[in-house]
């Protein structure tokens, strides 16, 4: 393994990560001596693979020129220690000649290396300075080249050159806990996997209205939320992977933790303050958590327990987890009134601590529109609205840095996301992707090709003009490309230009102009997912029945997971408790979980395991029985409004691993990992589709109407003639 460190010329870097590697951490020897250390430090360690930022299946550049820059999220504005980056990779060279690798951090190189043998490994560990990084990632460039032969005018292409990037590549990295001192620097310090903490299994409305709100924001965002409840005396817990210093042995609630047990029995609530003292080390690990009054009092009845222990335990003891608790556990003691999100620093780890009631106006905040002004500790957030697209145009630059120049040789792409509950309002759909764009030609006089794709459909392409100005180009979005998240995609195209064959291929400038824009008009909801999405980014009720709140934490889970998945808007919800199984018709759209609004025309039947499927014509397309383990999601119209229902089928309910997105169809079933098939009852052969889709214009396809309309008028107009012929020669023979 080789061992590589940017800004090699300072000892530094080299110094402080060999002392991570090499030297024993300095441990206390009495429990007054680690409540002492834990009140000094507050070092906070990440660590994640490409797998869990999302990379799967590994990453192949080939061939002749092949580059690839991967973001590694760090906390935006915090300087961080001992960042590196073990790099797993594998090559293949198949064709003769010269190949060489080139690896760079934020566009410093930082190793090169020249290929020569068949196959071979380039796994390397890489030092990261810990440099503030203000867009919150470090830019990891990876670049692979071949030349085949010496003789330029020869083909250069070497499909056979692979390097292979494995997803076991690991990044880690230390921070100071302490440096995180905005709402906003704590969103960007949370991990992939999020811990969201409430205060028990069961849930007041409150309680469960926030955590639900806060969740689908954060899943919203790219983040993965599981929800935990604080254990109370008798629950099971999982300790595995507990880690207890050990000179924390002689207190009696850390001894009951660290045996390790898969199924710990909680039996004081001292060892719930043990549990929540342990921070990123225990097995009640958080991140956010929804601090009701309820929570606040049983985390200060734990630590007060605990409290009891350690000074039986070390007489020393009493006046360091005093002093560590004012410091590092008041923001879960200390009540706060009002909508309230704050950035703390609890048992050594950064949290956002988010009071019930806050419910809308913190989902606002923490949302894409708000969420950098969020430029403080301690925020009371009386308003945090989402805004309202009344006239139908979206900059593309709201979803994300889309405008721009870059230099183009061959083939270049930018891309913006945009989930449609959060782009559409009052039902109103994409309509056309607008690109406002100049280029310069290249050295041959000719201009690059830009192509407009829509969730990977190719909407429109054209050649750009040769004179650099500014240019307008346009096109439709069909329906058929429409889903509940969409990504719109601008691939600019060149001919590299070389008038002799050993000039060097030369880039030329394209700019995306910030005028570049979505038009979102009324076209009609239909019966399907993406028309509940465009109903549910307005005013909309979510209703869960009374039973979810006393199982918060599965339940939770679900909500979050399926309010995502349609695109519902967080921020424009209101929850409702029904108290049976059967609530009133709703008064706007809607999202109900295992109740049946009513007045509500359903199209599925699910009931004890039992799955029936109607057509449009009421007739039956599928009945199954003995189905478990799963749900369906439906949409569902009625009393002129229209929404989603969530049923689950079979005894067990189904506990989604991963985000998903419902994007075609009415009707889905639904597993553990998320969505298994879905249909659209009203089109199940996509007939529609077809009709919808059809490219030509509307006088072109009823041509046959329009020409038919011609004959007739000009019949009529003949006959006129003839009638106005016979009846003046009439007139002139009986005078």
């Not at 198949?94 to 043998?117: E, M």
């Not at 309820?294 to 734990?302: H, I, Q, Y």
């Not at 992707?433 to 969730?455: C, H, L, M, R």
């Amino acid at each position: 393994m080789n061992l590589t460190l940017r800004k090699s010329g300072s000892l530094l870097p080299l110094l402080s990560l060999s002392l991570v590697l090499c030297a024993p951490a300095m441990a206390a020897d009495t429990a007054g001596g680690q409540f002492r250390e834990w009140s000094t430090n507050a070092l906070v360690s990440r660590n994640m693979t490409l797998r869990d930022l999302g990379f799967s299946q590994p990453i192949s550049l080939r061939g002749q020129d092949n580059q690839r820059e991967l973001y590694l999220p760090v906390p935006a504005g915090v300087a961080t220690q001992n960042a590196q980056l073990q790099l797993d990779a594998r090559y293949l060279r198949g064709h003769p000649g010269r190949t060489s690798n080139l690896l760079s951090i934020d566009d410093d190189a930082v190793a090169a290396r020249t290929i020569t043998d068949a196959q071979g490994d380039l796994s390397q560990l890489i030092g990261i300075d810990g440099e503030p990084r203000s867009t919150g990632f470090v830019r990891f460039g990876v670049g692979w080249w071949s030349i085949v032969s010496d003789y330029q005018c020869a083909d250069q292409s070497a499909p056979a050159n692979v390097l292979r990037i494995g997803p076991d590549t690991r990044f880690s990295y230390q921070f100071d806990g302490r440096a995180i001192d905005t709402v906003a620097k704590a969103w960007t310090a949370l991990p992939r996997q999020v811990h969201l903490l409430v205060e028990g299994r069961q849930l007041d409305a409150a309680s469960y209205d926030t955590a639900w709100r806060v969740g689908a924001v954060l899943e919203t965002a790219g983040k993965r939320v599981s929800v935990a409840a604080l254990p109370r005396v008798g629950d099971s817990i999982d300790l595995r992977g507990t880690q207890v210093p050990a000179s924390l042995m002689a207190v009696p609630a850390y001894a009951a933790l660290a045996a390790g047990e898969a199924q710990h029995r909680i039996g004081s609530d001292a060892e719930v303050g043990a549990l929540l003292s342990l921070g990123g080390n225990s097995a009640l690990p958080m991140d956010v958590v929804v601090a009701s009054p309820a929570l606040r009092a049983s985390v200060k009845r734990a630590l007060d327990a605990l409290a009891t222990q350690v000074a039986a335990a070390d007489a020393d003891g009493a006046a360091a987890f005093a002093a560590w608790r004012k410091g590092g556990m008041a923001a879960l003691e200390t009540a706060v009134e009002g909508r309230n999100v704050s950035a703390a620093v609890v048992a050594g780890q950064p949290l956002l601590v988010v009071t019930p009631g806050a419910a809308g106006e913190v989902a606002g905040l923490l949302g894409a529109q708000w969420r950098a002004y969020a430029l403080g500790q301690n925020l009371q957030v009386n308003k945090a609205q989402p805004l309202v697209n009344e006239k139908g145009i979206l900059l593309l630059d709201r979803l994300g840095t889309f405008s721009g120049t870059q230099d183009i040789i061959a083939r270049s792409d930018r891309i913006a996301n945009a989930d449609l509950g959060l782009i559409s309002s009052d039902g109103k759909l994409p309509a056309e992707v607008v690109i406002d764009v100049s280029a310069a030609p290249n050295g041959a006089g000719e201009g690059a090709v830009a192509s407009i794709f829509f969730n990977d459909y190719l909407l429109g392409a054209k050649v750009l003009n040769t004179d650099g100005k500014p240019q307008r180009i346009s096109a439709k979005v069909p329906l058929y490309a429409i889903a509940a998240r969409n990504e719109v995609r601008v691939s600019f195209l060149r001919q590299p230009a070389r008038p002799h064959c050993h000039d060097p291929a030369t880039p030329y400038p394209v700019s995306l102009l910030p005028s570049s824009h979505i038009v979102m008009a009324e076209r009609g909801t239909a019966p399907d997912f993406v028309g509940a999405t465009a109903q549910l980014s307005g005013p909309h009720q979510v209703v869960v029945p009374e039973a979810w709140l006393q199982n918060a934490p599965t339940t939770l889970q679900t909500v979050i997971r399926v309010s995502n998945a349609v695109g519902a808007s967080v921020e424009r919800a209101t929850l409702d408790v029904a108290k049976g199984k059967t609530v009133p018709a709703p008064g706007q759209p809607y999202l109900a979980f295992n109740v049946q609004p009513e007045g509500i025309q359903s199209a599925a039947v699910a009931e004890g395991g039992q799955l029936r499927i109607s057509g449009s014509k009421d007739e039956t397309l599928l009945d199954l029985a003995g189905l478990d383990n799963a749900a369906l999601v439906e949409v569902a119209g009625g009393s002129g409004k229209q929404g989603v229902i969530y049923r689950e089928l079979g005894n067990r309910i189904p506990s989604i691993a991963e985000p998903f997105r419902l994007m075609r169809g009415s009707v889905a079933v639904l597993d553990g990992s998320g969505l298994v098939q879905d249909f659209d009852r009203n089109d199940p052969q996509g007939l529609r589709v077809a009709v919808d889709g059809n490219p030509q214009p509307a006088w072109q396809r009823h041509m046959v109407w329009l020409l038919l309309l011609v004959g007739v008028v000009v019949f009529l107009l003949l006959a006129a003639r003839v009638a106005q012929i016979r009846h003046r020669r009439k007139l002139e023979n009986t005078h």
